[in-house]
């Protein structure tokens, strides 16, 4: 049963043009879309694998991993239990059926360290992909007064430091580290991944051609000394039009992966 009260409006919405259905809170909190699609393309992999969501939310990017990837086992953690129990939700919905035997929920603060962080699930060595679209608002940016919403965007001065750290705990060797954030936090993503991930590759985001970059994603290796790459910026647009540029559109809707470039 959910714990969620009865009073607390939702909605359903469809991803990968109907693929599975994501019940979200309706008027409040954060409504997952194009980040956490483009998040989901970042894992490209062949055959059985486990995958993390870290801070997963109602569980947007996760499923869209399961969707594309029918032999991908995933695992959402989520701290907030309100956001937690609406990915459980979703899971439980008539049309997600074909993904609920291959997602499960955990609630759990990412950021633990030591017995803390196994007793919450989060287990060492275990997941070939971590996944996260972490908190993105810093201290000088406007407060929402939508609580559930400033809850999913409080960003503190370590949180990547904090979130890749747990990363680099649960998985396993030569795993993928893949995030999207601020083209700001580049600087604390480098160094958060530090000695622990490698080869980083770094994709600018931009909405248009000669517009400045919104978004960035960003893969990395466990173990790798590999050097990191800034690759080509990834364009959302066609020029003259609102529409998302053919290889986009094929992201957002889960008919293409965004394969890394390097090992």
Known sequence: MSDVPDRVERTVDAFHRGGFHLVQPKGRGHRS????MLLAS???HRGACRVADLGAGAGAAGMAVASRLADARVTLFERSAEMADFARQSLALPDNAHLSSRVEVIEADVTLTGKARLA???ADDVFH???MN???NDAGDRR?????KAEAHAMTDDLFERWIRTAGAIMIPGGQLSLIARPQSVGEIIAACGRRFGGIEITPIHPRDGENAVRILVTAIKGSRARLNIRMPLVMHDEGTHKFSAFVDDLNNGRAAYPRKGS
């Open 33 to 36: 879309g194009m980040d956490a």
């Open 42 to 44: 970042l894992v490209d």
């Open 120 to 122: 919450a699930g989060l």
């Open 129 to 131: 992909h971590v996944i």
């Open 134 to 136: 972490p908190p993105f």
């Open 144 to 148: 929402t007064p939508d609580a559930l």
